[in-house]
């Protein structure tokens, strides 16, 4: 892999407010910097749903090793960087403990360690893929892309905002949905489909399935999976104009999926029998 930002899909509200859905890949070490920014809605792939012996292959074939080799000094930034043959011996070092972190890896393995703890190990030297939504970049942009910024995510940020920049938005009228992954021959599904299929597909951080196929069934499948487990963040890259300009949630001028799956949830639980009375009926039947 290798530092990527594309379009997934840019809209603007009638009242010219736009949102735009990028997938984005940089090394998975900078994740938590990137993180920091509460006003994006993001959904990651995660590193405990890989089997670890695809992972080893992937840190051992194309590791995420760092852009340059900052000299030492007080701060947070590197001003100066490593001559040459320290920055080779510097990568040299990065490398060895890729591999007696991959060694400790198959190790946990033959013990029969669980993924969720054993595939933790070989994050620093994993590629990341992210999805991102939001209204508001200029705060990202003016720290990320700034020389004091961490390379890594500086590296990422800029292509960020070059990918934004040759986007030319969609405009979408109220009630039409901003639906990121469907596909040009998709458009057809019935609305709730395409919502649906959407927020599945932004959890899954590809429009495809694990085993590399496009199965909207196997959408419809796991949308149902994340209503059910309350796993809401992938309902936020879903959303439709609103009817002004004020802040929902962390969009502004727009209105996330999952204010409704939300409010269905709890109209579900307010409506369900209480405890109480259930265990009453069933004394005086």
């Known amino acids: 892999m290798a530092y990527n930002a594309r379009v997934l899909l840019d809209s603007t509200s009638p009242a010219g407010i736009r949102l735009t859905t990028l997938e984005v890949t940089f090394p998975r070490f900078v994740l938590a910097e990137f993180n920091t920014h509460r006003l994006f809605s993001r959904n990651s792939s995660s590193s405990r749903a890989i089997p670890t012996s695809k992972l080893i292959e992937r840190v051992l074939k194309d590791p995420a090793v760092p852009l340059e080799w900052g000299r030492n000094k007080a701060g947070m930034s590197a001003t100066d960087v ?14 060895g403990a890729r591999d007696a972190a991959v060694a400790h890896a198959q190790r946990l393995l033959e013990l029969d360690v669980h993924k969720q703890e054993l ?12 999805i991102v939504s939001a209204t508001e970049w200029e705060n990202f942009f003016e720290l990320r892309c700034a020389p004091n910024a961490q390379p890594e995510i500086r590296a990422a940020a800029i292509l960020m905002r070059e990918a934004m920049n040759a986007s030319v938005p969609q405009t979408l009228d109220y009630g039409e949905w901003h639906t990121p992954l469907l596909q040009p021959d998709e458009s057809g599904l019935a609305l709730e489909t395409r919502r649906r299929v959407s927020a599945a597909r932004c959890a ?5 399935t694990h085993q590399g196929l496009r199965e909207i069934e196997r959408d419809l499948e796991l949308y149902e999976r994340l ?17 002004d300009g004020a802040f929902q949630a962390n969009f502004r001028g727009w209105i996330q999926m999952r204010r409704d799956i939300e409010s269905a949830i709890a109209n579900d639980a307010n409506s369900a029998p209480h405890v109480g009375s259930l265990i009453a009926n069933h004394k005086g039947s």
């Open 119 to 130: 595939n933790r190990l070989l994050e620093p030297f994993l590629w990341h893929t992210v």
């Open 82 to 95: 490593l001559p040459g043959d320290l920055a080779q011996e510097a990568e040299r070092v990065w490398l």
């Open 227 to 243: 209503r059910a487990d309350r796993h809401l963040s992938p309902f936020e890259h879903v959303a439709t104009p609103a009817p």
């Open 204 to 208: 899954r951080v590809s429009y495809l």
